[in-house]
């Protein structure tokens, strides 16, 4: 797969171009960010590489990142690993610092500064990942096959045991509402909450999906055997 393929791939949910993706850029940029990382003990390569990679998909998902003649996805992968990176290591510098009950010096303080934004963005998607877990197995299940695998209604109706499209509709709407309810002070409108699901929905199978590709990268993958694989298909 080329990196237009993996992107195109990416925005339409494609497990074979998240684990060509993770082949390509995962154990590639681990030394130059653990590097990073080194002091700020309590956040490991994984924890940024995992926040990265749904970076990523937002990205491509929101138009950010698009196919192109020079897309490079390590260069642009290990920028947004960097940056979260050096966000944790400054976490990390202050939290010591107010242990310490020292102040750092102007010029180590300003070495990096995060984003308010994204940290806004991160805290948000966090509370929200606390939402998806707090509702039924069965809600979660239909979320997915719905948002992630992009599966029709009437094939969401067979595959979880209800009589047909209808009552699958129906039951999405209650699963929403039930999501609604939670984070109603978050969610004021039915397009909001639509997109939030979908968002979380999608960064929840993304966190399985990738470590399933953590596990099997211990055995024997490789971007051929990935390659051969797909021709095979």
Request: charged share 40%; with cysteine.
């Amino acid at each position: 797969m080329t990196d237009n393929d993996i992107i195109r791939g990416i925005r339409e949910n494609s497990e074979s171009a998240w684990r060509h993706f993770f082949v390509k850029t995962h154990d590639p940029l681990r030394f130059k960010i653990s590097a990073i990382l080194q002091k700020a003990s309590e956040t490991t390569y994984e924890d940024i590489y995992e926040q990265a990679c749904m970076d990523i998909m937002d990205n491509i998902k929101a138009g950010k990142l698009a196919e192109s003649e020079d897309v490079n996805l390590v260069g642009y992968m290990y920028t947004i690993c960097w940056r979260r990176a050096l966000r944790a290591e400054t976490k990390h510098k202050k939290e010591e610092e107010r242990k310490a009950g020292i102040k750092l010096e102007e010029d180590v303080r300003m070495e990096y500064n995060p984003a308010e934004q994204e940290k806004a963005e991160d805290e948000a998607m966090a509370f929200l990942d606390k939402v998806l877990n707090s509702i039924t197995e069965s809600c979660r299940q239909l979320f997915r096959r719905f948002y992630w695998d992009k599966m029709p209604m009437k094939d969401i109706a067979a595959a979880m045991g209800l009589k047909n499209d209808d009552v699958a509709k129906t039951t999405k709407n209650k699963c929403m509402k039930k999501f609604r309810d939670i984070a109603k002070t978050m969610l004021a409108d039915d397009e909001k909450a639509e997109e939030a699901v979908r968002r979380v929905v999608e960064r929840d199978a993304l966190r399985d999906l990738l470590e399933e590709c953590r596990n099997e990268a211990s055995g024997s993958w490789s971007l051929a055997a990935l390659t051969e694989k797909d021709k095979k298909k």
